[in-house]
């Protein structure tokens, strides 16, 4: 079998089981082909792919970032890109069936109308697990009050961070992150007549503060 060559020119044979530790002394490998191989470098990108006991692709950039697939041992990459400021461009369908708008008043009701350009939202992650929504043409932030007041704010603050959480029946509810009443969380509801909430009346489980996200 062919031996390749070093960097110095020496040869190596692949066949040899401590091949790896002579070709990278970084690294500490029990058993070959068993093994993985991980190899870091300062160049500025590096990809490595090795089909020996699963595949594996290595990106290396000047400060080691690395992706890594192993299909034996079953393990994926999740994406958190909604966790990381991205926006969503959505409508909020409420159960009682609702679209809820925020008017150019600050106003926060419910719509039948489909076509209310007042119920498109922005919805853009702030923090893990929280969000802002804004409405996009009334520029006003989806905010709860110390009171459980719902309203639109012209400013983002402390009112306008929502805790966002998908709930068993596939809806989503959405509790203030700041204020709490009796220690009892409040939520964004609308009524059956499209009319918002106090906070202290709404619980996780009621209808009323379940809301399907559709995309626009």
Known sequence: MPHRLTHSGHPL?????????????????ASWPQCTLFLMARSSRIKLKLSQTGSLNMKVNSWYSISVHNSQSGRHVRS?????????RRKLFSF?????????????????SKDDPLSILEITSVEVGVVAIKGLNSNYYLAISRKGELYGAREFGV???LKERIEENGYNTYASAEWKNK?????????VHGKPLRGMKT?????????LPMMV
């Open 13 to 29: 044979d692949l066949n040899q089981p401590n091949y790896c530790s002579r070709a990278c002394p970084l690294l500490s490998i």
């Open 80 to 88: 958190y890109n909604h966790l990381q400021g991205d926006i969503r």
């Open 96 to 112: 009682q069936k609702f679209f809820l708008r925020i008017d150019r008043n600050g106003q926060v009701n419910g719509t039948k």
């Open 159 to 161: 009112d306008c961070k």
């Open 183 to 191: 220690k009892r969380q409040m939520f964004v509801g609308l009524n």
């Open 203 to 211: 619980r996780r489980k009621k209808t009323s503060t379940h809301f």
